[in-house]
Structure formats: structure tokens, C-alpha cells
């Protein structure tokens, strides 16, 4: 008798630290993703913000919603006709409120040491106190590891793993002397809440990495007033995800800036969109056999589509050059 007693003792408590800490959660999410006051950027960091791949996607959302918070902007990307025409649009929408400056720097182009001299030539002078390390390259479509072209699969090394490294060495110099800073890695959900991902093995790789030295530097430099973070997205409706429709699982980038600016300053790693959040705890309740199964079948059919196309415009090129 008295042994079932205490296996009932033992199941309520268990029962009762199970609900404290379901209940604990769902406090924390709402507090976290609706309630908690966003830092003010200006006062905690300086004026300036610069943003890597800023003329498109994510990248541009977020300059033009860090332009709203009243930074002055410094754009970075490698195409100097659509940097002209951002920066001209922030112009237009914001007038003399915020100033803004572009440098043109392909990351897939440029030595390490020249990446680290264009930004510090770009920011010279200037009170840079947040980075948005957000340019980021993925595959034309997914493949095997051994069907990728190895050109692409270092530029995206580059773009995703140097140009980002090289920025952020370059940019936390300044950052020390004026004791303040934030710095925003852009991951993935990809690489994230999957435990591997097929057919984006090198994309997801890159995010993995870029989610591990975040919560690396992170520990280097919080005692020195500079906040790290890595942002996880899922999707988000830019031309990255092309064809692929999430509906109200992808918002668009201005949607997901809005979750995003509230995030800069707190938690090392972070998924701003509630939404994602929420996927999120859906994948991770499943037993992995099914989200592993689920992407590899989408990915398979997407490689399987696109090598079609690509396959009739080889044909279609040949017959128009030897009708
Ligand atoms: N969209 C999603 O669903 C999603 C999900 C998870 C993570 N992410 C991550 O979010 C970030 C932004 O993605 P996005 O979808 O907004 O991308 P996007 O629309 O394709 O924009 C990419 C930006 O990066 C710049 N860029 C590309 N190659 C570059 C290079 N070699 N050197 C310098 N800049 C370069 C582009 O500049 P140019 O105009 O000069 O080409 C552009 O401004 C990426 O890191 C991506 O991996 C996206």
C-alpha cells in the first residue's frame, strides 16, 4: 500500500512539473513574442546600422524598418544599380531623417582582407552600432551533394561562411572601443530545428555554422556591451524559397523585419516569427523520422521538376543552334 502511495505521490509530481513548465512556456512565449518593450536602437547602440544584402529579401526589409526606428543606414551589397535605387527608395520614404551610405562588395569576389578593408573604409568615422549579417546564397534547387556544381558550392561558402566572418571581425573593433554593439547573424530554420537536411547540404552547413559562431563570439564580447544574436527564419516569401508556397507559413520579409528588430539585444539565438516558432514545436514534437521524410520527398520532387526544365531549355537551345 504504502509503495502506491508513493508512486502516486511521484506520478502528481511529475504531473505537476510537466504543467508548471507547460505553463511557464506559454507565459514566456506570449511575453517574449508580443509583450516585451524592443530595445531603442539609437540609444543602446549609436546611430548607424549596416546591413549586409540589403537590396533585396530580408535584407532590404530590414533597412527599410531600421530606417524607421531612426538609423542611418549603411547598405552592403554587390550590385551597385539596385544599392543605388534602395537607397534612393529609403530617400523617398524618409527624406533627411536618416542618412544613408552604400559600399559595393561581392563577397564571392572579394579576398578576405579586402572584404574587412571595404567595410572598414565604409563605416570610417561613423557611430556603426548594430550589423545585420543577412547576405546569404542557397542552391538553384536542391541536389546531391555530388550533382552541385563545386563553383557554386564555394560561393555560397563564401557569401554565407566568409563574407559574414570577415564582416563582423571587421566591424567589432570600432564596436569595442565604444563599448556597444549588436550584431545580427541570419540562420536558418533549416538548420536549426532539422537534425540534417538533405539536398541543401551545403547551404544548411553554412547556417549551422553561422548558428555556432554566434553562440561562440556571443560568450567573447557580452561583457563588453556587445549583444550577438542569430535570427532564425523558416520561410519567408523572398526569391530565395522561389516556387515554394507556405502560405501564411511564409510571411512576407516586411512582416518578418517587424518580428525581427523586436529580437535585436536579448536571447543569443532566437526565431522572432511567432508562427515559425510555433512549427517549430509541431517538428520538434514529431518523431524525426517524419519531418525527415516529409522535406527529402518535397526536395526530391522540386530536384525532379527542375532537372526537367533544365533538361527541355538544353534541348530547346540545341535545336534553335542545329534546326
Ligand atoms: N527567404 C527565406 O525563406 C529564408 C529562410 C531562411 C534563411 N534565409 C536567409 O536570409 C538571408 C536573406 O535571404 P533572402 O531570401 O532575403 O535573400 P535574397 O532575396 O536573395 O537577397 C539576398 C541579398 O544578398 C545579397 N548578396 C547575394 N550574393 C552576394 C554576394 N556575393 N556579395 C554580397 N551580397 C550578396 C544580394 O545582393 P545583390 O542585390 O547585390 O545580388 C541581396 O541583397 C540569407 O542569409 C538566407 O540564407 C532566408
Same mark, same amino acid.
Given at each position: 500500500?504504502?509503495?502506491?502511495? %508513493? ?9 505537476? @512539473? ?55 543606414? @549603411? ?96 566591424? %567589432? ?61 523558416? %520561410? ?71 532537372? *526537367?526544365?533544365?533538361?527541355?531549355? *538544353? ?9
Amino acid at each position: 500500500m504504502e509503495l502506491m502511495d %508513493l508512486m502516486f505521490e511521484m506520478a502528481a509530481l511529475l504531473g505537476l @512539473i510537466s504543467l508548471s513548465r507547460l505553463i511557464f512556456g506559454a507565459v514566456n512565449f506570449v511575453w517574449v513574442m508580443f509583450l516585451r518593450k524592443p530595445k531603442d536602437l539609437v540609444k543602446c547602440y549609436g546611430t548607424w546600422a549596416l546591413v549586409t544584402g540589403a537590396t533585396d529579401g530580408i535584407g532590404r526589409a530590414m533597412a527599410f524598418q531600421l530606417a524607421s526606428k531612426g538609423l542611418s543606414l @549603411i547598405l552592403l551589397a554587390r550590385n551597385p544599380s539596385k544599392l543605388e535605387s534602395t537607397s534612393q527608395e529609403l530617400a523617398e520614404k524618409f527624406g533627411n531623417k536618416v542618412a544613408v551610405k552604400c559600399i559595393v562588395a561581392d563577397f564571392d569576389k572579394l579576398k578576405k582582407d579586402e572584404i574587412v578593408k571595404a567595410v572598414q573604409e565604409g563605416i570610417q568615422g561613423l557611430d556603426v552600432g548594430i550589423l545585420i549579417n543577412n547576405a546569404g546564397v542557397i542552391y538553384d534547387f536542391p541536389k546531391f551533394i555530388h550533382e552541385a556544381d563545386p563553383q557554386m558550392v564555394e560561393s555560397l561558402l563564401n557569401v554565407n561562411i566568409g563574407g559574414l566572418t570577415w564582416t563582423t571581425m571587421a566591424v %567589432l573593433r570600432s564596436m569595442l572601443k565604444r563599448k556597444r554593439g549588436a550584431i545580427v547573424n541570419v540562420g536558418s530554420g533549416t538548420a536549426h530545428v532539422m537534425p540534417g537536411c538533405a539536398l541543401l547540404a551545403a547551404y544548411c552547413a553554412s547556417k549551422a555554422y553561422i548558428e555556432y559562431f554566434s553562440k561562440s563570439v556571443t560568450l567573447e564580447f557580452k561583457a563588453h556591451g556587445i549583444d550577438i544574436q542569430c535570427q532564425i527564419p523558416l %520561410l519567408v516569401e523572398t526569391k530565395t524559397i522561389g516556387a515554394i508556397k507556405a502560405g501564411w507559413l511564409s510571411p512576407s520579409p516586411e512582416t518578418w523585419s517587424k518580428a525581427s528588430i523586436r529580437w535585436i539585444g536579448y536571447e543569443a539565438v532566437c526565431i522572432p516569427y511567432w508562427v515559425h516558432y510555433m512549427e517549430t514545436i509541431v517538428f520538434r514534437t514529431m518523431p524525426i523520422l517524419i519531418p525527415n521524410g516529409y522535406t527529402l520527398r518535397g526536395r526530391l520532387l522540386l530536384r525532379k521538376q527542375r532537372m *526537367e526544365e533544365k533538361h527541355a531549355m *538544353e534541348l530547346d537551345v540545341r535545336d534553335k543552334k542545329d534546326p
